[in-house]
């Protein structure tokens, strides 16, 4: 998906309702209903943002997302903080394969809600992704070819 297809008000919506379901995880343990209802809801999101079929890739830079070479603005300065935190965690980039999944989304989450230190001390979010046999979201990864070679090992 690229920066003239993509609604900015959607992508808006999922990059904080996963910011709120990071901190979610953090908070409740793993079976609160909060946090299942949370983890829905950000799925659905996403979902509806991957309507299109198409993978979704984003940039994180220090203080924000890109798509290509288009820096997103957002309404919501909540997202400043939370591309600073993926940046902490040594994530560049984020890519969305349309048939993301709720387990994957929610490892995903899960290895997002530790500590930066914690992440960089366990091997990064990747390893722990693979770890995870995550196969529908990469990060620090862009070359689909690749990617969809990983995936048919992890599944």
Request: proline share 5%; charged share 20%.
């Amino acid at each position: 998906m690229d920066s003239s297809t993509l609604a900015p008000e959607q992508l808006e919506t999922v990059l904080r309702g996963l910011d709120v379901l990071i901190k979610v995880t953090r908070f409740y343990p793993p079976e609160h209903p909060a946090l299942k209802i949370a983890l829905e809801k950000n799925f659905n999101q996403c979902r509806s943002l991957l309507a299109d079929g198409q993978p979704l890739t984003l940039t994180i830079h220090k203080a924000g997302f890109a798509i290509d070479t288009t820096t997103l603005t957002f309404r919501n300065a909540e997202l400043k903080k939370f591309a600073t935190q993926l940046f902490a965690r040594q994530i560049r980039t984020l890519l969305f394969l349309p048939d993301l999944n709720a387990l994957d989304l929610q490892n995903f989450v899960r290895c997002l809600s530790l500590e930066p230190q914690e992440l960089l001390q366990r091997g990064g979010a990747q390893t722990l992704l693979q770890e995870a046999a995550v196969a529908t979201l990469w990060v620090n990864e862009i070359n689909l070819t690749k990617i969809y070679e990983q995936k048919k090992v992890l599944e």
